[in-house]
């Protein structure tokens, strides 16, 4: 395997209060994850609550397009979920929200890095932050990346697509996943309004029950499997479809006498306890957008 390096993030515009930062990224390395350095003049520094309260939306994009969207709260549970705490600042340290593309919490080094960002045939990468202003703070973004000179396109990425549940009331709601580019599902992870607001869910494929589990069921099941690489976040329902070895995620497609065709549904089905959004993001295994 090629050797990693840790290389610094040089060209970031427009880090500050109210503003929209870039980083404009290199296309001639391999990226297995980025550490975004934020401090703040506000009182505390860059803790994990500041950083939330000020760092508000980060896409992620390839010639671009849009491939990631989240927030630094949202970064954060996701990567506690894979055994990835953030390091937070104290007032003199910064502190750092990872951006990861080889996937930690795989149980072997080549599975891992099966879904590093390759740049072949990449002319542009860019990271998009917006730094919300909180009460006129004076914010600092810097970073660094781990990268090897490997040259491949990027052919399997974990994409993240985030939409918002609509919820009016407790009790059933359908809610329709995207098949439409025969994708494969990685993992759900859904960000209740308030930790349990979920009290069970069903999957369906075309049919087929692929999760049917309660809120109890659901946390007996994370804290069993996985040899402890992923842990339980409170108010964050993560359903890993990749929980196989060799890991194999959820296909949107299936093979009928011979031919490849996109299934016709993929069903997320919620029972909820209370009339409060559900922010779900998808982990898409694909090609860029």
Known sequence: MPTRRK???????GVSAGGRATIDLRTDVRYHSIFLEYDTDTAGGATEANMETEVTNIDINIDGVTQRKASSSQIFDINRTKNVAPVV?????PGYIPILFSEPQRETQVEKEATAWGMGGVSDFQIEIDIA???????SLKGFAI????????????????????????GELVYSL??????????????????????????????????DLTEY??????????????????GLIHLPFDDNHPVNA????????????????????????????????????????
Do not use: C
Not at 159 to 168: D, T
Not at 272 to 277: F, I, L, Q
């Open 250 to 289: 959820l296909k949107t497609v299936k093979t009928i006498n011979g031919q490849q065709m996109k299934i016709q549904e993929l069903l997320l089905t919620l029972n909820m306890a209370a009339a409060r959004n559900v922010t779900v993001i998808s982990e898409l295994l694909g090609l860029p957008d």
């Open 147 to 170: 990268v090897d000179d490997a040259q491949e396109p990027p052919l399997g990425i974990v994409k993240w697509k985030r939409n918002v549940i609509q919820v009016a009331g407790a």
């Open 178 to 211: 995207n098949t439409e580019r025969g994708e494969s599902y990685q993992s759900l992870f859904m960000f209740e309004g308030q930790a349990g607001d979920i009290d069970d869910y069903l999957i369906e494929w075309d049919g087929v029950k692929i999760a």
């Open 89 to 93: 600042g104290n007032g003199t340290a």
């Open 217 to 234: 069921q659901h946390a007996a099941y994370i804290a069993s499997m996985f040899n402890g690489n992923i842990d339980a976040v409170s």
């Open 133 to 139: 202003n909180n009460d006129g703070q004076v914010p």
């Open 7 to 13: 290389i610094p993030l040089n060209k970031i515009e």
